[in-house]
Each structure stands twice: as structure tokens, then as C-alpha cells.
T-cell receptor, first 116, second 111 residues
Framework: GAVVSQHPSRVICKSGTSVKIECRSLDFQATTMFWYRQFPKQSLMLMATSNEGSKATYEQGVEKDKFLINHASLTLSTLTVTSAHPEDSSFYIC????????????FGDGTRLSIL | QKEVEQNSGPLSVPEGAIASLNCTYSDRGSQSFFWYRQYSGKSPELIMFIYSNGDKEDGRFTAQLNKASQYVSLLIRDSQPSDSATYLCAVNRGGSYIPTFGRGTSLIVHP
């Protein structure tokens, strides 16, 4: 149980393109999902907390107008990187957990984004 | 002081040895602790979780928690080259479901 699916796994596109990444909880409902970014050989960095039916909570330094998050249902959160530039190239990972304070995170397989 | 600290390594151990990975945290109210393994280019996967002081064993893995000293460790017995990865420590602060991750320790198990 607790499977998280993330799509697409890899995106290569031109600078200025907007890219949407989907994160789905397949066998459970997730009122909260998390979006992370990881640059090569660096640690996992939390970008934002996605809350079903309400606005996402962004970490300091993350531009909310650049990284649009929509969590319209209990099983789907999307991250849109708007007008992507080469510096946005990174590994984006989502996670979700079952309800409760002591639940571990279950991660999607990640999306490798390359902006040319 | 960072909330969750890990030595970035790399920690190099020979095949068959015990690998010991350590993590310290700053919030005394933290209640749940997790170890994740991340292979290069992949997303993290859960290895162990522990909530109570003491040891918890699962196969070759043992998690150890000492809340008084605010550290949690992961022991990997009979280390294999396939254990070579980055190990992330995560802590849920008291009353929160939001995990805080350490920067990870790179483990290399050489034949």
C-alpha cells in the first residue's frame, strides 16, 4: 500500500516552456503532499507543502508564481514550473503520507527536468 | 545549528562489515524518526522508522533511538555493495506531520 505515482519521469524542453508534473496517491487519500527539488549531489530541499482544497505553503526563497501548485483532489497534486529556464533544471520529487503524525513519506519516482 | 544533522561522508566500509550511520536532531519534542535510502538518480525509499527509545531490528538493518541524547542511528550488518547509496535521516517534529530531512550520508561498500 501507500504508492505514489509521479509523471512524467523525464522532461527535456526549451527555455520559456511551462512544464506540469503530476503526483498521484494511488491507493490512499492524501490531504497533504510535498514537493522537493534536488540538484546533483545535493540534499533534498522542500519547496512547498501542497494542501488539498487550499493554497500551498511555500518554503522561504521559493517563488510561488514560478512554481504553481494545485491540489484539487485527495489523490492528485500538480506542480507547474512556469517559463522554465536552464537554472530550473533539477530533479523534482513529490511525496505523500497516510493520515497521522507518525507516518513516513512515500515518494514518487521523481521527474528529471532539463531545460535547454 | 541545523534541525537534522548528518555527516555527508562518504563512509566507506568493506563488504561484510557493519556500517554505522548517525543523525542528530535539535527539537526535543520530535516524535518520529525515519531512515530512507536514495540511490543515485532515484527518489528516496523508506528503510526503517522508529518512535521509541531503544533498538528496532529489521533484517540486516537496526535503527537506534536515544531521545535523551537526541540522536538516531542506522546500523547495516553484513554490508553489501548494493547498499552503496545515500542514507537520509528524517524527523517529524512534535505535533507535526512535516518531515525535516538531513542532508544525507553517502555510504560506499567496497568488495
Amino acid at each position: 500500500g501507500a504508492v505514489v505515482s509521479q509523471h512524467p519521469s523525464r522532461v527535456i524542453c526549451k527555455s520559456g516552456t511551462s512544464v506540469k508534473i503530476e503526483c498521484r496517491s494511488l491507493d490512499f487519500q492524501a490531504t497533504t503532499m510535498f514537493w522537493y527539488r534536488q540538484f546533483p549531489k545535493q540534499s533534498l530541499m522542500l519547496m512547498a507543502t501542497s494542501n488539498e482544497g487550499s493554497k500551498a505553503t511555500y518554503e522561504q526563497g521559493v517563488e510561488k508564481d514560478k512554481f504553481l501548485i494545485n491540489h484539487a483532489s485527495l489523490t492528485l497534486s500538480t506542480l507547474t514550473v512556469t517559463s522554465a529556464h536552464p537554472e530550473d533544471s533539477s530533479f523534482y520529487i513529490c511525496s505523500a503520507s497516510l493520515q497521522g503524525l507518525n507516518q513516513p513519506q512515500h515518494f514518487g519516482d521523481g521527474t528529471r527536468l532539463s531545460i535547454l | 545549528q541545523k534541525e537534522v544533522e548528518q555527516n555527508s561522508g562518504p563512509l566507506s566500509v568493506p563488504e561484510g562489515a557493519i556500517a554505522s550511520l548517525n543523525c542528530t536532531y535539535s527539537d526535543r519534542g520530535s516524535q518520529s524518526f525515519f531512515w530512507y535510502r536514495q540511490y543515485s538518480g532515484k527518489s528516496p525509499e523508506l528503510i526503517m522508522f522508529i518512535y521509541s527509545n531503544g533498538d528496532k531490528e529489521d533484517g540486516r538493518f537496526t535503527a537506534q533511538l536515544n531521545k535523551a541524547s537526541q540522536y538516531v542511528s542506522l546500523l547495516i550488518r553484513d554490508s553489501q555493495p548494493s547498499d552503496s547509496a545515500t542514507y537520509l535521516c528524517a524527523v517529524n517534529r512534535g505535533g507535526s506531520y512535516i518531515p525535516t530531512f538531513g542532508r544525507g550520508t553517502s555510504l560506499i561498500v567496497h568488495p
